[in-house]
């Protein structure tokens, strides 16, 4: 993520997943915090992530 705006479109990705309560993203830190209020895969994130042509580097 660059800017704001690739901050604010990973943001809005994660947070339309069933089962995402709430994202916390930042481009200058190249992260995001999600917030879960059912199990989500960590593959599912990756995917919507990915799919808006963002790389995923690790999943903790």
Do not use: F
């Not at 800017?3 to 990973?10: I, K, L, Q, S």
């Not at 481009?27 to 990756?46: C, F, I, Q, R, Y």
């Amino acid at each position: 993520m660059m800017c704001g705006h690739c901050e604010a479109r990973v943001k809005k990705t994660l947070e339309a997943i069933d089962g995402v309560a709430s994202a916390e993203v930042s481009h200058e830190a190249g992260t995001a915090v999600v917030t879960l209020s059912e199990e989500v895969t960590d593959e599912v994130l990756k995917e919507a992530v990915e799919a808006q042509d963002y790389p995923v580097t690790e999943i903790k």
